[in-house]
């Protein structure tokens, strides 16, 4: 089973910025899709990003222009660059396959933009 390990969140003023990292434990990263997921409380799953095998990327309108999706694939990782954060972005932040067989959720990383 695929393990998925987010990290890099945390409390963040307004107008501030965060990375966010995930590391997948699977040889075959580097030709998978990988999306960044975020669960606000009280509201469903989202995917906010995605990047394809070939760095391809995709938007949801709610973070387009401010989110930067990108990956390291001689590190089995990807990344989501926050900038111009909002309070409306606070909800705990997940990767996975963007679709088709996701795999088993990590913890997530919380990620709060309050003042």
């Known amino acids: 089973q695929v393990q998925l390990v987010e990290s890099g969140g945390g409390l963040v003023q307004p107008g501030g910025s965060l990375r966010l990292s995930c590391a997948a434990s699977t040889s075959i990263f580097s030709i998978l899709a990988m999306g960044w997921y975020r669960q606000a409380p009280g509201k469903q799953r989202e995917l906010v990003a995605v990047i394809s095998s070939g760095g391809i990327t995709n938007y949801s309108d709610s973070v387009k222009g401010r989110f930067t999706i990108y990956r390291d694939n001689a590190k089995k990782t990807v990344y989501l660059q926050m900038n111009s954060l909002k309070p409306e972005d606070t909800a705990v932040y997940y990767c996975?396959?963007?679709?088709?067989?996701?795999?088993?959720w990590g913890q997530g990383t919380q990620v709060t933009v309050s003042s």
């Open positions: 996975n396959r963007p679709g088709g067989s996701i795999w088993s």
